[in-house]
């Protein structure tokens, strides 16, 4: 670090400092603005924060099922809602994945989901589930990994309507969800997601995805989502998310 005395001296620096840009910018014929080295840290980690924020995990769980006397194997059901929070650009086969780890740290299982697409601004529910052999998960980190964007046009989920959802009681197995989604997008689709997020207050608890194969734009079709756990954590919601697949 060096000491500068003197005002006149430090017009004379800043006299050659500027001498130097500018001879630079008329050597490559170009407008350059003046950026120091602390400026240029600044704008390039501001740029990298807001690039790594247009993918945003809005809400994520996971439901442990312990081995019983009907199976000698344990089972994670994880998800994710996504959020696209860039406003132009949609992101190409979004993927969450979950890594299950007992008490000691010890990882018991790790799985991903990939998704088709999340539209700009649009927000979307993945869904899987995992084995961790006879040992129950004492947690589960759930992560996204960096989004794929691109300016190819995909369908909203906005796009979805559902109606008549209903929790219906069965003998065997636990309650199924049923109702209806409206599509009324312009072009047919060749598959569709439904997701069933179970919630007890503002927490979401579990949540379960089933597919239709196709689905016509302005038509109707009903569905039933049919969760293989032996048995549901205790909720009072659920709520309903379609999508394009």
């Known amino acids: 670090i060096y000491n500068i005395p003197g005002d006149n001296m430090m017009k004379q620096m800043n006299k ?59 089972y994670v059901y994880f998800w994710a809602k996504l959020k696209n929070n860039d406003k132009k650009r949609s992101i190409d086969f979004p993927v969450i994945t979950a890594t299950a780890k007992d008490d000691s740290g010890k990882v018991l299982g790790s799985q991903s989901q990939i998704g088709m697409a999340i539209a700009p601004k649009d927000t979307v529910v993945l869904t899987s589930l995992m084995d961790t052999g006879d040992a129950a998960a004492s947690s589960v980190e759930i992560k996204a990994k960096k989004p794929k964007f691109t300016t190819q046009k995909v369908v909203n989920s906005k796009n979805f309507t559902t109606a008549n959802i209903t929790e219906v009681p069965q003998e065997y197995t636990c309650p199924k969800v049923t109702g209806e989604v409206t599509y009324n997008g312009k072009e047919d689709l060749d598959g569709i997601a439904i997701t069933a997020v179970y919630k007890l207050g503002d927490k979401s608890v579990y949540a379960y995805t089933t597919y239709l194969q196709s689905i016509e734009s302005g038509s109707t079709e009903s569905f039933e989502i049919n969760p293989i756990s032996t048995e549901l954590p205790d909720h009072d919601s659920v709520e309903v998310y379609v999508q394009n697949w």
């Open 16 to 74: 050659i400092i500027a001498a130097f840009v500018v001879c630079g910018a008329m050597v490559l014929g170009l407008s350059v603005p003046l950026t120091t080295n602390v400026e240029a840290t600044t704008i390039h980690a501001k740029k990298a924060k807001e690039s790594s924020s247009k993918l945003e995990i809005v809400d994520s769980g996971y439901f442990v099922e312990g081995a019983d006397e009907y199976s000698d194997t344990a």
